[in-house]
């Protein structure tokens, strides 16, 4: 976790003693959840194993969308077309009769989603504010329809892929991505490293930088930074790593269709995020199993669930402006993370 | 023209609507000078330093750094090429540590945006930059506390400590002083005094005392125009100023 407290370290030297505890806190907690993730496959049903699978790649999905809103100051409404393009880069290059290689369609697939996000953030990062959730939202709708109403795409009904791709070396298989336990450990391994990614990236020149612009664009422009130049690298590293996890999302499903770019996917996103608590990493993570399970409460409650859903999301936000992780921040004592008053 | 200038103006204009915030301004800022910049409020003193440091296009006119014309470049540009500014109103990351924003503006000058596996805590010259600048600002005390904590005083110090951490060889300052504790305001023109030699510094500032103290010119302006320029002992004696500027802050003061 980026906080203030951790920026200029070195220069104090040794941590004070409850620093040190915080740390552990900050390390154990993480550690634990690890931990009782790693037991699903074991204790649960194959049902529900196949459950946080998905919602493990909604998560890596959650956590690149809050290096954008959340470090960057970017908040995008057209998320999923980049998890879509992931998705139907993978469908699409997956042969009928056989197994795709995953060295051949992740490279691919996270290309595509990378090409896609840099051209789309050359246009939509010249605007700011509203604008930009609207015009993210527009070319989001842009791509669903060249996938909905286009041959290219198969129209409304998507593409479907007959046989899980294989990860081999040589003619040993490393990961049987077809078996649900074994896909289950690859996506949690997947998730780690996501994070893990993000949080290096962060602490970076770059993810510094980030911040710098989320808090006070004007004056990182004024210090000689060329802020387009790096939102258009927060918004592609972003819209590459939504795009590996709709590679991931496709392979678990063996489908890609129009659904998972439309405009209800980028919206569930940012609400997870909301939840979750944006500006926080691990907020993403949370936010995106808080929803999940909102919506499988809620959906065993009543038809109107998403009515349910709308409404906690609306109370959460006016009384935990920070989302679950202001929440458990409070509860382990940590210092209000830093940029509480940014927004 | 020649000009041995390292910053100067020619009929450097700004128009905001009707209303001519800048007419027609020649400023030369030499390397190893401190230029103060006096006028009333209204006079075009921070349109003046906005239009240097490329906040603000000119409507017309030209601005010529090192003898090229700079007048289309934007603000970061201006601000890699050496031209560093600070604010009237303060300017800073209010979430960061004093560490943190001096570093990151320390940063700018090797930002090295492609290493993303690196630790922004390792570029050795680029901490040693910010603690510096720091440390010159009178903030080494306040390092480790978040910005937003900082007293008015302290925030205007450490908008200072910013603009030294991007190492210019420009400063263009927009009163500097202002809530300053006369302690600070000490501290602070002491500092002016000892980096002048290396820099050229334009100074915005209503602190008559600490104007004549540090400048070698003053510029006087009123309604958007220069009005004189000169030595601190010519502008003292200038009839026009003490009429249209001086005069009244005499009577002011009794």
Redesign the interface.
């Known amino acids: 976790m980026n906080r203030?407290?951790d920026?200029?370290?070195?220069?104090?030297g040794a941590a004070a003693p409850a620093e040190t505890r915080l740390l552990r806190r900050e390390v154990v907690l993480p550690l634990f959840a690890l931990v009782l993730l790693a037991f699903v496959p074991i204790v649960g049903s194959a049902f529900y194993t196949e459950v946080v699978t998905r919602v493990m790649i909604l998560a890596i999905f959650a956590l690149s969308l809050d290096l954008l809103v959340g470090y960057t100051g970017l908040v995008s409404f057209g998320h999923a077309a980049f998890f879509g393009i992931g998705a139907y880069a993978y469908a699409l290059l997956s042969p009928k009769n056989e197994a795709a290689s995953l060295w051949l369609t992740l490279p691919a697939a996270i290309g595509a989603a990378a090409i896609a996000a840099a051209l789309v953030g050359v246009f939509v990062l010249r605007t700011r504010g509203i604008y930009f959730i609207m015009v993210t939202l527009a070319f989001a709708q842009m791509f669903y329809f060249v996938f909905h109403d286009t041959d290219f795409g198969r129209g409304s009904d998507g593409i479907t892929v007959n046989f899980k791709p294989d990860l081999k070396l040589g003619d040993i298989t490393l990961i049987d991505l077809g078996n649900s336990n074994q896909f289950f450990y690859f996506v949690l391994a997947m998730l780690v490293a996501a994070f893990l990614f993000l949080r290096?990236?962060l602490?970076?020149?770059?993810?510094?930088?980030l911040?710098?612009i989320k808090?006070?664009e004007?004056?990182?422009?004024?210090?000689?930074?060329?802020?387009f130049?790096?939102k258009l690298?927060s918004f592609t590293i972003a819209g590459t790593l939504a795009g590996f996890a709709g590679y991931l999302s496709a392979v678990q499903s063996g489908f890609a269709n129009p659904e998972i770019l439309s405009w209800h996917q980028s919206g569930n996103v940012l609400l997870m995020i909301i939840l979750g608590g944006t500006g926080t990493l691990y907020g993403a993570i949370g936010g995106a199993f808080v929803f999940a399970l909102l919506e499988q409460v809620f959906e065993a409650l009543t038809v109107h669930w998403q009515l349910l859903l709308g409404l906690t999301i609306i109370l959460l936000v006016l009384f935990l402006p920070g989302g679950l992780s202001e929440f458990v921040a409070r509860v382990i004592r940590k210092p209000v993370r830093?940029?509480a008053?940014?927004e | 023209m020649t000009n041995d200038a390292v910053l100067h103006t020619e009929g450097l204009t700004r128009r905001f609507g009707g209303l001519v915030a800048n007419n027609n301004i020649a400023i030369q800022i030499h390397r190893g000078q401190l230029h103060a910049v006096l006028g009333p409020n209204g006079a075009g003193k921070s349109t003046m330093i906005n239009l240097l440091s490329g906040d603000l296009r000119p409507s017309t006119g030209h601005i010529f750094f090192d003898g090229q014309d700079i007048s289309g470049f934007s603000a970061d540009r201006r601000s890699r090429m050496g031209i560093g500014r600070s604010y009237q109103k303060t300017n800073i990351f209010p979430t960061f540590t004093v560490f943190e924003n001096c570093r990151l503006a320390a940063q700018s000058r090797e930002p090295h945006p492609a290493r993303i596996f690196s630790n922004a805590l390792s570029y050795r010259t680029v901490c040693e930059a910010a603690e510096r600048a720091i440390e010159l600002a009178g903030l080494a005390h306040r390092a480790q506390r978040h910005a937003n904590t900082l007293s008015h005083g302290e925030q205007r110090q450490l908008e200072v400590a910013m603009v030294l951490a991007t190492s210019p060889n420009v400063l263009l300052l927009d009163e500097p002083l202002a809530g300053m504790g006369a302690e600070e305001s000490a501290r602070m023109v002491e500092l002016l005094q000892r980096i002048t030699p290396d820099h050229g510094i334009l100074l915005v500032e209503h602190d008559m005392d600490a104007v004549f103290a540090v400048a070698k010119v003053v510029t006087v302006m009123v309604n958007g125009e220069v009005l004189e320029s000169g030595s601190p002992e010519q502008i003292r004696g200038s009839a026009q100023v003490q009429v249209a500027y001086l005069g009244a802050e005499d009577e002011h003061h009794g």
């Open positions: 203030a407290s920026v200029g370290e070195p220069v104090l290096t990236v602490a970076s020149p770059l993810g510094r930088a911040h710098g808090v006070n004007h004056r990182m422009l004024s210090l000689g930074y060329h802020v130049g790096y690298a830093e940029h008053d940014d």
